[in-house]
């Protein structure tokens, strides 16, 4: 059982690449690397390609799914169950990583952990980004929330499964959909509130307390 640890962007959003940045005495990608190898049996790191040989990892690439197949390409063979955690979610659990890996043992082809949605989801009849104005588009569907949730990383997957869903090279946002795309079975599993994705530098502030806040004992 092997861990890919992505962190081969740019960080363009946060402004800087957000995995290097401090978030106790460790660095946001060390915390993220420590976890996984507490509860894997080896774990592959995922970095800028200019980064790769000072950090002990391998080249990313362009996409977060080619950075993905590379890490992919050295995780051994004979690896059953492979996990993807994104660097930038230094909050997870030992006890997440348990609950995906425990699901496809069990059977699924995939197990990703989630938590449940609390905001009202509008769809719009266009994409948006992050350069538009203010006008972001029109409603087209509010779906219902009571079956929508925000899905989280690690994620666990057969390796068969996850390295042929990546053998044509196509690009997600998630490598749970490329499985999905194939057929696959994909459970979800109890994620945690905590388990906060480093997307904006108000994120890493609140990481920060939240890991001073359990230093000192608090209940976070």
Same mark, same amino acid.
């Given at each position: 059982?092997?861990?890919?640890?992505?962190g081969g962007g740019s960080g363009s959003r946060f402004g800087g690449p957000k995995q290097y940045e401090p978030?106790?005495?460790?660095?946001?990608?060390?915390?993220?690397?420590? !976890? +996984?190898?507490?509860?894997?049996?080896?774990?592959?790191?995922?970095?800028?390609?200019?980064?790769?040989?000072?950090?002990? @990892?391998?080249?990313? @690439?362009?996409?977060?799914?080619?950075? !993905?197949?590379?890490?992919?390409?050295?995780?051994?063979?004979n690896a059953d169950v492979i996990c993807v955690h994104d660097a930038a979610r230094p909050l997870a659990s030992? +006890?997440?990583?348990?609950?995906?890996?425990?699901?496809?043992?069990? @059977?699924?082809?995939?197990?990703?952990p989630a938590i449940p949605v609390t905001d009202t989801i509008k769809v719009l009849d266009r994409a948006v980004?992050?350069?538009?104005?203010?006008?972001?588009?029109?409603? !087209?569907? =509010?779906?219902?929330?009571?079956?929508?949730?925000? !899905?989280?990383?690690?994620? +666990?997957?057969?390796?068969?499964?996850?390295?042929? +869903?990546?053998?044509?090279?196509?690009?997600?946002?998630?490598?749970?959909?490329?499985?999905?795309?194939?057929?696959?079975?994909?459970?979800?599993?109890?994620?945690?509130?905590?388990?906060?994705?480093? =997307?904006?530098?108000?994120?890493?502030?609140?990481?920060?307390?939240?890991?001073?806040?359990?230093?000192? @004992?608090?209940?976070?």
């Amino acid at each position: 059982m092997w861990t890919v640890v992505v962190g081969g962007g740019s960080g363009s959003r946060f402004g800087g690449p957000k995995q290097y940045e401090p978030l106790d005495s460790r660095r946001v990608i060390d915390v993220s690397r420590e !976890v +996984a190898e507490g509860c894997t049996d080896g774990v592959v790191v995922v970095v800028p390609a200019e980064d790769a040989q000072r950090e002990g @990892g391998v080249a990313g @690439g362009v996409t977060r799914s080619a950075s !993905v197949r590379s890490g992919l390409a050295a995780v051994p063979e004979n690896a059953d169950v492979i996990c993807v955690h994104d660097a930038a979610r230094p909050l997870a659990s030992a +006890a997440i990583y348990q609950r995906v890996v425990d699901a496809v043992v069990a @059977g699924a082809d995939a197990a990703i952990p989630a938590i449940p949605v609390t905001d009202t989801i509008k769809v719009l009849d266009r994409a948006v980004s992050v350069a538009d104005g203010d006008l972001l588009g029109s409603v !087209v569907e =509010t779906p219902d929330r009571s079956r929508l949730v925000a !899905v989280q990383t690690p994620q +666990a997957f057969r390796a068969s499964r996850l390295r042929a +869903a990546h053998a044509n090279e196509t690009d997600a946002t998630d490598d749970a959909a490329l499985v999905e795309a194939m057929g696959g079975r994909v459970v979800v599993v109890r994620g945690e509130v905590a388990n906060l994705k480093i =997307t904006e530098p108000d994120d890493l502030e609140w990481a920060r307390r939240h890991v001073a806040r359990s230093s000192a @004992g608090g209940d976070g």
